[in-house]
């Protein structure tokens, strides 16, 4: 087990010859069936640094650290481990060689407790019985390392919140006495103070030679904590040998996507004053999570609600789409009362969700993209129950065009598509669709910069055209630099609303943990 | 219910038109091709003739129409114990009607039509308690499998009932073009099940449903509502099925459809309808069905002891389906 | 009354025996009788419990107490120890299996609880206090002597035979009795199938069968309910060249064979009232009477009943006591 | 400075003890409650008396051992259709052992260890074609139940063995404190099947596989082999309830266990195991047991028609469902 606390650790002996790498790959390859994830990859980790893996939604690090992991084989590649050529046919194998993985899926059993998913695979025991008072022991121990003493060992892992799974990933990590920690993504589910926390308990760990692979779409994190980077595109590696704290945003951009994006945030034309209220949410409660909300938007207007993880925003929004029934307050769009608890009245009425979890909420992942995009309006486009196939997928082809949705075929797989695309598919079924009213949670999970900057720009289009937009982020920089105005959610209260000119990362930061402590 | 086990990253196979849905049903045609070149080998004449043929596809024709119902229930994520039995309620239904007096002066439709309504009844209970009791749709339907039979024993004194309406046993008797009405049928729910699954709202909605019902919900589908009506559909079948049975064995008995539900269930599930819900194939259930028929066929001609045929089947039914495996999709999963 | 007694009765519709205007049928003391079946999966069997229940309900001293009708020799053996806690005073008993229901009857008729066996034989004489049997064995001989006096000249015949549940010793039995009648007049079966005592079943078998052999001379079926199922799968052939002899007795068949409207020329009976006559023995043996018109003290230890051959001749005699599957 | 992301303190209170497993087998306890309520009500002396108990305990037992390893498969996402079938094969091959004559000099116990042979072996080879021929659980399991009854019919040559293996007979049949050897055996079952699942890497990996196969796997878990042991396990209780049934019955024959598959199913998921896997529980499995053979029991008891007793037993599974539900968390989902 790794002591994530002890900065002050002796110099690991690794330290002593930063420069050997600690593991290789060399030109791996990886097919799928129709697919080329992998053509040729390299990479180098050093022992007790922070090698960040960096590249566009499709570009292979999710494949690379698999193959790494023992979860995929190889088509081709060397992998070599302390100077010797290693084989990793299975997950076990890369578990014995000190390999060990958070995986960006999270990869938790939601039936097991949470000391149980932290020793899955290699529980404590005695003669095939689980020493159970043990392995909680040590899972609270880790936990409390972790920062988390509040999540209790004995807790059903299927009744944490997202950032809470992703504790107990990073807890299981832990517990094998790993030489290499892969991280794909892990802050994706966690709020600004988490990630610090996060980082802290990297650096824990780098103190004691063990070497990170961090894997995150978002660079201002990967200035802070990485050390070297390594740029991944279409399967290769495009840029390595890159210091993580001086290589210019732009020049890494350009790596990842091979064009100069403009990463920021569309200019705000101002919502006219006689713009008309198109949502009105008047003291909305969902017992034990939130009450009291109440908020309008107006046509063109982009209303954020940010907070922490577990505020209670998700389920803001699915309460007032239906998919949770409200036990007060009252939904209206363009002045008519919502029925409660219907999600087709709510479509019906002009209201569309973007919901959190893109794979379990939003697609029929075994369905062709085009089926997926139309999926709320399919009935629309079918005559008297009768589908006609040819304009379905001519409505979805004009929204993969209009989104750049990539690839551009519309029969394959939704499951086949990388974060960002699944996104712009789900956006793509409101725009075939059509509504008023927009909801928005969490749009840039796991979206590349490219495509984030792209999705930025569509939402604001989508928004001067009149649609009225609910957007829930955990990255507070996106709330304020997209919406119009900005409510902060404490501890399903909303305790500030304000412009989102009057307001900066900071203040929300302090509303936050005030409202917290309130 | 089934626990996908990862496919080993070895057997992932090169991609080609093979992988489609077309690649499943090449298996699952070879499968079929492969038992026919058996029963041409071991039967001659008796197993090729048209007679031969017809025979098969007669005795395909009520499991078929089931198996229909069965497709949509199982891709929209559910299943369904209680077809053999609501069939058998509805064959009970229809007869007690057709044998009573006061019925004398009745057209024959409205024996049919009894017949449907009971099915489809019963379904809808089935819908009901699954949509919005939240019951499993295994224990639910057992229920009403169990419950089902009882009824049909009580209305019928466990007693067979012989229908004798000769406007009724003329036309499903009736042959056209060659060929039994009994099979004409099956091939009309069968089309008519292909149009609805591949070509209405209805059929997308249940693959949907049965693929993600969360997202389906959340995408507007008013996923009870599909649900009641995807068990209502497999009533009916069972109804039609009743009805086909009636004409069949001229019998209204408690006894008509007992068992059914497993070789109906294993013919849309070999067909290559996935048993976890999401995705289902009309054409692949009729091949399972066609499969299962002809089995039965060969073994009889083949003079094969019920014990020897029920070890040979039990083999048969893995073979083809790793057959049919090898020629599916690798692509779809990981 | 009922199947045991030479004349058929003459009271028409009810397949269940009149009581008969005999001392025996006087009420008397109250008899509580316990009484489990197989699940009523075929008609015949269906007709069983119904003649037992409408049979019992004629006497205002008998108390029926019915257990669920089951396939599953566990449930059964808990009935019967059901019973046994019950104090029941007698128990009618159709087992599933008669070997595996052996023990437990033993068990009631140690604890001195008579036990009727009926149907389908214990594998212990001590099981049971009486026994009443149908001939299965006299049954397949009764079929094969009836086709042989038919087919006699023909040796190359070819005969085929339906055969019900075939895991059932009396299926068994059937079978050789029907073979060894058949080899004495130099026959043999030619094709043989077996249903499972339903209608879907006799008419899939035998549609398969029609299918396998193009030409027949005769067939016997075991069961005329499954035979409702034959007759239709015949019909449906349109296939004619053969004669079929049923079994069991069904009236449908009967009514085939009075009207001559079908292959049906004969049927074998296998009175679905035995477990009607072992109501009527277990309340006797209660009451401690003897059986209707024998001198001899008692109910007697076994009665096995008669399997003649119905025929267009004889068809009127025995339409009464047909069963309506 | 990190946030609490786990909600639980809240949602601890509120949802109280009845939402964890305890709350769920609370619901199955109230319906086996009222259940006996109707009993003693309708029965009176002839429900509550100590014989009848264990005659419910005696018919409860054999299904109960099935349960068990049914428990075990269902948790681990899998499914068991065979388990009747082997039950049967085990109880003709250990009975044929028993009456060969070479077999006179040989000890009973060989008879007892061939049929657990027979049952762990049929598991095994549905494991194998489950996991690594990745067939579908309920075909391949259905293909066996086919197969292993034909088996079965063609080693008895369709007859009924009679075993007469005194120091068995004496061993089953023998009460220890007043309990029958039959009672114990299901008790030993039940208990060890328990601390397997709740206190053994096995259980613990049984519920992963279950819950979430891919999970597993990326943590080291050997799915595949996880499945074999756990559908030879279920063939072992299958072997130990032929053994069982053997002594209760005396008689090996191919129809033992004949459609049990669905009524220790219909018990294991009353019970409150989840059909899709991950979760499990052995206590609610037992306790499922026990209301229906209690409730075979009070049907016996009032005199129901035989056809009425179906219908209710329809209707009551689904009010049990739907009881067990009320008690059940709601807050697991939403
Ligand atoms: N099992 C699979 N079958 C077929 N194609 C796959 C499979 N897994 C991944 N791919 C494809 O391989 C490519 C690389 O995917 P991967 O998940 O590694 O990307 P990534 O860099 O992790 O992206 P993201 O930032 O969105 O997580 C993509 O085009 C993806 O569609
Ligand atoms: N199924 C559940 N059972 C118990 N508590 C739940 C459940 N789902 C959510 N919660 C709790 O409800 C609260 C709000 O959940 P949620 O994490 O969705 O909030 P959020 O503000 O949308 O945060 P996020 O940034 O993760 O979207 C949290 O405290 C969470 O733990
Ligand atoms: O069940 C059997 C019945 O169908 C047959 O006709 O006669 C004997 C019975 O045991
Ligand atoms: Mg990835
Ligand atoms: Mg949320």
């Known amino acids: 087990m790794v002591d994530v606390d002890r900065d002050d650790a002796a110099p690991p002996e690794g330290a002593d010859a930063p420069d050997v790498p600690l593991l290789r790959m060399e030109g791996i390859v990886k097919h799928f069936p129709g697919a080329k994830a992998l053509d040729g990859v390299d990479l180098d980790v050093l022992p007790g640094e922070v090698h960040c893996l960096l590249g566009q939604n499709g570009a292979g690090k999710s494949t690379l650290i698999k193959v790494l992991a023992g979860a995929h084989q190889p088509t081709s590649g060397r992998i070599v481990l302390d100077g010797e050529e290693i084989a990793i046919p299975h997950p076990v194998a890369a578990l014995r060689h000190g390999v060990a993985t958070i995986y960006q899926e999270l990869d938790v059993v939601d039936g097991l407790t949470v000391a149980e998913n932290v020793f899955l695979g290699h529980e404590l025991d005695r003669g095939g019985f689980t020493q159970r008072r043990e392995a909680i022991r040590s899972t609270r121990e880790m936990l409390r390392r972790l920062g988390h003493p509040e999540i209790s060992p004995h807790r059903e892992v299927g009744r944490l919140s997202a950032a809470g799974k992703q504790i107990v990933s990073m807890a299981r990590a832990l517990s094998h006495d790993a030489r290499v920690i892969v991280m794909d993504e892990p802050s994706a589910v966690l709020d600004a103070g988490e990630v610090q926390n996060l980082f802290r308990v990297v650096r824990g760990l780098t103190a004691q030679g063990v070497a990170v692979v961090y894997i995150s779409h978002r660079l201002e994190e990967i200035r802070q904590i990485g050390d070297r980077i390594t740029v991944l595109k279409n399967g290769r590696t495009v840029g390595r040998d890159l210091p993580a704290a001086t290589t210019p945003t732009a020049e890494l951009i350009r790596l990842m996507t091979g064009r100069n994006v403009e990463y920021a945030f569309p200019t705000r034309p101002g919502v006219p004053e006689d713009a008309p209220v198109v949502l009105d949410v008047e003291d909305l409660a969902l017992a034990g999570t939130f009450e009291d909300v109440s908020f309008q938007v107006r046509a063109g207007e982009i209303v954020g609600l940010a907070g922490l993880v577990g505020a209670g925003r998700s389920e803001i929004l699915e309460t007032l789409y239906g998919a949770r029934r409200r036990t007060a307050g009252s939904v209206a769009v363009k002045g008519r009362r919502l029925r409660s608890g219907s999600v087709d009245a709510a479509v019906a009425a002009g209201i569309g969700l973007c919901p959190e979890e893109r794979k379990s909420q939003g697609l029929v992942l075994d369905e062709p993209v085009y089926r997926n995009i139309t999926l709320s309006t399919f009935a629309r486009i079918a005559r008297g129950g009768w589908l006609d196939e040819r304009a379905e997928r001519a409505a979805a082809r004009e929204q993969v065009a209009a989104l750049d949705l990539r690839p551009a075929g519309v029969d394959r797989a939704a499951r086949t598509l990388s974060g960002g695309n699944q996104q712009k598919a789900l956006l793509g079924r409101w725009l075939v669709h059509g509504c008023d009213v927009l909801l928005l949670d969490e749009p840039t999970r796991g979206v590349d910069v490219g495509a984030r900057s792209e999705l930025y720009a569509l939402v604001r289009r989508l928004a001067d055209a009149g649609t009225a937009v609910v957007v829930v982020s955990s990255e507070i920089p996106e709330v304020l630099g997209l919406a119009d105005h900005v409510l902060v959610v404490s501890e399903g209260r909303v305790v500030h609303r304000a412009p989102a000119q009057d307001i900066d990362e900071h203040r929300v930061l302090d509303l936050v943990m005030e409202g917290t402590v309130a | ?334 | 009354a009922g199947c045991t007694s030479n004349e058929p009765p003459e009271d028409e519709g009810s397949a269940a025996p009149q009581v008969a205007a005999e001392g025996n049928d006087e009420p008397g003391e109250k008899v509580v009788i316990g009484f489990s079946a197989p699940a009523a999966d075929h008609g015949w069997m269906g007709a069983i419990t119904q003649s037992a229940v409408d049979t019992a309900d004629q006497y205002s001293d008998v108390e029926l107490r019915q257990a669920e009708a089951t396939n599953d020799v566990n449930v059964q053996i808990s009935q019967v120890e059901q019973f046994i806690n019950d104090g029941v005073d007698a128990i009618v008993l159709l087992p599933f299996d008669g070997a595996a229901l052996t023990e437990v009857a033993t068990k009631a008729m140690d604890a001195g609880i008579p036990v009727i066996n009926v149907d389908r034989e214990f594998s212990s004489p001590f099981a049971a206090r009486a026994t009443v049997l149908g001939d299965n064995y006299g049954m397949g001989v009764s079929a094969g002597t009836y086709i042989c006096e038919q087919l006699g000249d023909t040796p190359d015949a070819v005969v085929a035979e339906v055969a019900g549940i075939d895991s059932l010793p009396l299926t068994q039995d059937r079978s050789k009795g029907f073979k060894d009648a058949l080899s004495d007049c130099g026959l043999d079966v030619d094709a043989r199938v077996a249903a499972d005592f339903t209608v879907q079943g006799g008419e899939t078998a035998t549609s398969n069968l029609l299918q396998a052999e193009p030409k027949i001379d005769a067939i016997w079926n075991h069961d005329d309910d499954q035979g409702v199922g034959v007759l239709a799968a015949i019909e449906n052939a349109g296939r004619d060249e053969f004669f079929m002899v049923g079994g069991a007795g069904s009236l449908d068949v009967m009514e085939h064979i009075k009207a001559d409207d079908s292959v049906l020329q004969a049927t074998v009976i296998y009175p679905s009232t035995q477990a009607a006559d072992g109501i009527k023995l277990a309340r006797l043996v209660v009451h401690d009477k003897n059986m209707g018109d024998l001198v001899s003290a008692g109910v007697p230890r076994t009665t096995q009943l008669y399997a003649p051959v119905v025929t267009a001749d004889n068809v009127d005699q025995y339409m009464s006591i047909g069963f309506r599957s």
């Open chain 2, 1 to 334: 219910m089934s626990t996908q086990v990862d496919a080993s990253p070895a057997a992932e196979s090169r991609s080609s038109w093979l992988s489609g849905p077309a690649g499943r049903t090449v298996g699952l045609v070879v499968a079929l091709v492969l038992l026919a070149v058996v029963g041409v080998i071991t039967g001659g004449e008796r197993f090729a003739s048209l007679d031969n043929v017809m025979t098969i596809l007669r005795l395909a024709s009520v499991t078929g129409v089931l198996a229909i119902g069965m497709t949509f229930v199982i891709t929209a994520g559910g299943i369904d114990l209680s077809v053999g039995s609501v069939l058998g309620l509805a064959t009970v239904w229809a007869s007690t009607l057709a044998t009573q007096t006061m019925a004398e002066d009745l057209h024959w439709t409205v024996m049919v039509l009894t017949g449907l309504a009971v099915g489809t009844a019963a379904g809808l209970i089935n819908g009901l308690i699954i949509a919005y009791g939240k019951v499993v749709a295994f224990i639910a339907t057992l229920a009403m499998m169990i419950a089902a039979r009882g009824l049909a024993e009580m209305i019928s004194g466990r007693q067979t009932q012989v229908v004798q309406v000769d406007g009724f046993l003329d036309f499903v008797r009736a042959d056209f073009i060659g060929v039994p009405v009994l099979v004409w049928m099956f091939v009309v729910v069968a089309v008519a099940g292909w149009f609805l699954f591949n070509r209405t709202t209805f059929g997308r909605r249940t693959v949907a449903v049965g693929g993600n019902a969360e997202a389906s919900r959340l995408a507007g589908i008013k996923v009870q509502r599909h649900l009641l009506y995807v068990y209502g559909l497999s009533g009916l079948t069972a109804g039609i099925a009743g009805v086909m049975m009636l004409g069949r064995t001229t019998a209204g008995t408690s006894t008509n459809g007992l068992y059914y539900e497993l070789e109906v269930i294993a013919a849309v599930v070999v067909g290559g309808t996935l048993l976890i819900g999401g995705r289902g194939t009309i054409v692949g259930t009729v091949i399972g069905v066609l499969i299962f028929a002809m089995l039965t066929n060969v073994f009889t001609i083949n003079n094969l002891s019920i014990s020897a045929q029920n070890v040979a089947k039990g083999v048969i039914i893995v073979v083809a389906v790793l057959i049919q495996q090898r020629f599916a999709a690798r692509s779809t999963s990981t």
